[in-house]
């Protein structure tokens, strides 16, 4: 009877680490500007799971510094803030834009149009997702 119940409980774990999906990144590109100024990057984000999805920082060995950045207008002026994270609900899509979300990378390091650099997202929940992002040029060519 213990043996039963104990591998019940063990394929039950199973089953519900299988149910997890894993985060779709899709459309990932950077914009390189001129010198060192810091490059925008862009990319869309699905959550194919049944609860939400936390994004809560991403890194390059492109960028000295990887951050979340939102532009919103104030006073008639666009600023440009950091933000600690970002949630997609369940089943739902995050787009990070050119004028919204994106991702602010400062200091970048080799960034050449017509080449991908990997960028990791990392997750509330201690997972990663390694992605490659197309750099582009400033007019996002």
Not at 63 to 71: D, I, K, R, V
Not at 118 to 130: E, H, N, Y
């Amino acid at each position: 009877m213990t043996r039963r119940l104990l591998t019940a409980l063990i394929l039950s774990a199973g089953f519900s680490v299988a149910a997890t999906a894993a985060p779709v990144v899709s459309d990932g590109w950077i914009r390189a500007l001129p010198g060192d100024n810091p490059a925008g990057g862009y990319f869309t984000l699905h959550n194919p799971d049944k609860t939400p999805l936390v994004l809560t920082g991403i890194s390059s060995p492109a960028c000295g510094t990887a951050m979340l950045h939102m532009t919103h207008e104030m006073g008639g002026m666009v600023h440009m803030m950091m933000v600690d994270n970002v949630t997609v609900p369940a089943g739902g899509t995050f787009h990070f834009a050119p004028g919204g979300y994106h991702v602010m990378c400062m200091a970048p390091k080799g960034l050449k149009p017509g080449t991908n650099v990997a960028v990791t997202l990392k997750f509330a929940d201690g997972s990663q997702v390694i992605a490659n992002f197309a750099v582009k040029t400033a007019t996002g060519n």
